[in-house]
């Protein structure tokens, strides 16, 4: 069964301190692996991709496929980046699972 | 211009009644999406449609019935609402038949009392 999970629903960090957001995935096939933010209120949007392999707001996140680990990563922590951030493969089939969320806060 | 676009933005209706939401986009995606957040924040997808036909129907109440009424369209009619319905509801849509990019509307907030 395609299964995603992110450990973390709560996390909290200092500003300037690094963030790790995890992301485990059981899927068959090669997903594409997406991460995806929501702020307060607001639509999600693509945070990133990994075929992209782009550093966006600072994020980076590397596909582990022996882990099969989709880790977001952040090395400075900024107040701006609260929000709530899912992670989301994909296969074919338009089939989008999203985990189930990890809620950042970047405390000042 | 907006990409993806949903009204009504908020809705507030009593148990029983029916309602749709709308969703357009004009983006030129051939897929299009419903997910239901609910008050946890989970994101569980609902329905997928693909040049105005059903892909995906997830295990959702027949109470919920999507109509495409073409491929930059997708409406949700939600009959007999209940209270577990709230939720707010995104609309998304994709360009590469659901491998892609998902851009998201804003998000219809449902509110049954």
């Known amino acids: 069964a395609q299964r995603v999970t992110q450990p973390e629903k709560l996390l909290s960090v200092f500003k300037g301190a690094p963030v790790e957001l995890k992301c485990n995935y059981s899927?068959?096939?090669?997903?594409?692996l997406f991460w995806y933010v929501q702020y307060s209120r607001q639509r999600l949007q693509l945070l990133l991709r990994?075929?992209s392999r782009e550093s966006i707001k600072g994020f980076t996140a590397d596909l582990n496929k022996g882990e099969t680990s989709f880790h977001l990563k952040k090395p400075f922590a900024q107040e701006e980046d609260s929000a709530m951030y899912y992670c989301a493969p994909s296969n074919t089939g338009n089939q989008f699972y999203f985990g189930t969320g990890t809620s950042l806060t970047v405390i000042p | 211009d907006t990409a993806v676009s949903q009204t009504p933005k908020y809705l507030v209706t009593q148990m029983g009644n029916d309602k749709s939401i709308k969703c357009e986009q004009n983006l030129g995606h051939d897929t299009m999406y419903w997910y239901k957040q609910d008050s946890k924040k989970f994101l569980k997808i609902m329905f997928s449609y693909n040049n105005k036909e059903l892909i995906i129907n997830e295990t959702v109440p027949n109470r919920f019935s999507p109509k495409s009424p073409d491929k930059a369209h997708l409406n949700l009619h939600i009959n007999s609402l209940e209270l577990g319905d709230s939720a707010v509801y995104f609309c998304?849509?994709?360009?590469?038949?659901?491998?892609?990019?998902?851009?998201f509307g804003p998000g219809t907030r449902l509110t049954v009392t």
């Open positions: 998304a849509s994709t360009l590469e038949g659901g491998r892609g990019e998902q851009y």
């Open positions: 899927y068959s096939g090669s997903p594409e």
């Open positions: 990994h075929i």
